[in-house]
């Protein structure tokens, strides 16, 4: 038994982090499938929602990126939902009453949490079209256009940005995560292209109808995926749009990193429980759930029967000796990493061990904390400006 799984563990990782990203490219070779990068002339008017807890570091600056925004002003409603901040983050989203013509911020003096906040917000959002995003993360000058061209059509229910990452560093974890992000993009771009049927937005900025939402279950804690989901079984599609960049700073702390993935994790085995019978609709959208998302979450669980196949079979094969040799040597990637910073030293190919390793990890405890069962969706935002 442990063979077999040691075997099914690794066609079923080896599909989701190399096979699946090849079949999406042929079969886009095949189709001759080339991105639509004009850009369209439908500007409808859109409700941007910001939930915000302690985030006086970005929050003027990411109002101020809304301004310098190429979109009339007069065709946004801005809605700023302050979470029980400790800091000046209320003060900062009074102070900029006076330069949009629709402005509205909401302060809540309980701790909600942003999914929450979230369902508050998009309640009583006036437009059709809701622009959901953090507060850390700054347009460009062509965002909203880029994200609303796509609402002309009507089977579009979500359109996600093109996450680009600032602040990377070679002394940390950043490097890693950022090149992670590249390689999702290209694999939710071709989940569009194909089956319009992209497997969920980078969470701090994406553009959805209000006909598709659906109010997020409180204890849940990852909202865009299932906002994307809800999208996809409601019959609409879900794309990403190159041209929608937006700005973020990316975690250079390993250990910051490692808990927002568990909480992610966690989030994202809520999800499954949610949507997995979207898996047997036996098309595209099953076909991406499950080799994009589902393997990668379950990918842990293999990874701990492969090593107990190990473990029993050293002894008795090469093959798996040198397997036993590899996992041992993990563990020392971390040492000569933590050694190797401490004489400035940065090798970089030990990050995205490490990197893939404590991704593992995180997601295994995710799961753990799954089970455990999750009462409440509240969680610290990561640290900017790390």
Request: proline residues 3%; negative net charge; aromatic residues 8%.
């Given at each position: 038994m442990l063979s077999f799984l040691f075997w099914l563990g690794f066609i079923f990782i080896l599909h989701s982090y190399v096979l699946y990203p090849f079949i999406l490219k042929l079969l886009i070779r095949k189709k001759g499938i080339i991105s639509n990068r004009s850009?369209?002339?439908?500007?409808?008017?859109?409700?941007?929602?910001?939930?915000?807890?302690?985030?006086?570091?970005?929050?003027?600056?990411?109002?101020n990126s809304i301004l310098a925004s190429d979109y009339d002003l007069n065709s946004l409603e801005i809605i700023i939902g302050i979470d029980q901040s400790t800091d000046f983050s209320g003060l900062i989203a009074e102070s900029f009453q006076e330069k949009f013509p629709h402005y509205k911020v909401h302060n809540f003096?309980?701790?909600?949490?942003?999914?929450?906040?979230?369902?508050?917000?998009?309640?009583?959002?006036?437009?059709?079209?809701?622009?959901l995003t953090d507060a850390n993360v700054l347009f460009t000058k062509d965002t909203l256009k880029a994200l609303?061209?796509?609402?002309?059509?009507?089977?579009?229910?979500?359109?996600?940005?093109r996450m680009k990452n600032y602040g990377l560093k070679n002394t940390g974890i950043s490097m890693p995560e950022s090149n992670?992000?590249?390689?999702?993009?290209?694999?939710?771009?071709?989940?569009?292209?194909?089956?319009?049927a992209m497997m969920g937005p980078f969470g701090g900025c994406f553009a959805f109808r209000k006909i598709c939402f659906t109010p997020i279950p409180a204890n849940f804690l990852v909202d865009d995926f299932f906002i994307n989901m809800t999208c996809l079984e409601?019959?609409?599609?879900?794309?990403?749009?190159?041209?929608?960049?937006?700005?973020?700073?990316?975690?250079?702390?390993l250990l910051i990193e490692f808990k927002r993935k568990i909480r992610i994790s966690a989030g994202n085995f809520q999800n499954l429980s949610r949507f997995w019978r979207l898996l047997f609709k036996f098309n595209g959208i099953s076909f991406a759930f499950f080799s994009h998302k589902v393997l990668r979450?379950?990918?842990?669980?293999?990874?701990?029967?492969?090593?107990?196949?190990?473990?029993?079979?050293?002894?008795?094969?090469?093959?798996?000796?040198?397997?036993y040799f590899i996992i041992i040597m993990i563990p020392l990637t971390f040492i000569v990493d933590y050694f190797a910073r401490k004489q400035q030293t940065h090798v970089v190919f030990l990050r995205y061990i490490i990197h893939?390793?404590?991704?593992?990890?995180?997601?295994?405890?995710?799961?753990?904390?799954?089970?455990?069962?999750?009462?409440?969706?509240v969680w610290q935002p990561t640290k900017r400006h790390q």
């Open positions: 850009m369209l002339t439908h500007r409808p008017a859109l409700s941007i929602i910001i939930p915000a807890h302690n985030e006086e570091q970005v929050l003027a600056e990411k109002l003096s309980e701790r909600q949490g942003k999914i929450k906040i979230v369902n508050a917000l998009v309640a009583i959002a006036q437009h059709e079209i809701i622009v609303s061209q796509h609402f002309i059509d009507p089977s579009i229910g979500l359109v996600d940005t992670y992000i590249a390689g999702e993009v290209k694999v939710k771009e071709a989940e569009s292209a194909l089956w319009g409601k019959g609409f599609k879900c794309i990403n749009e190159q041209n929608a960049v937006v700005l973020e700073d990316v975690s250079n702390d979450w379950i990918g842990p669980v293999f990874l701990i029967f492969m090593i107990l196949q190990v473990l029993a079979e050293a002894e008795h094969s090469l093959f798996y000796s040198i397997c893939f390793v404590s991704m593992n990890i995180a997601l295994f405890l995710g799961l753990l904390q799954f089970l455990k069962g999750i009462r409440s969706s």
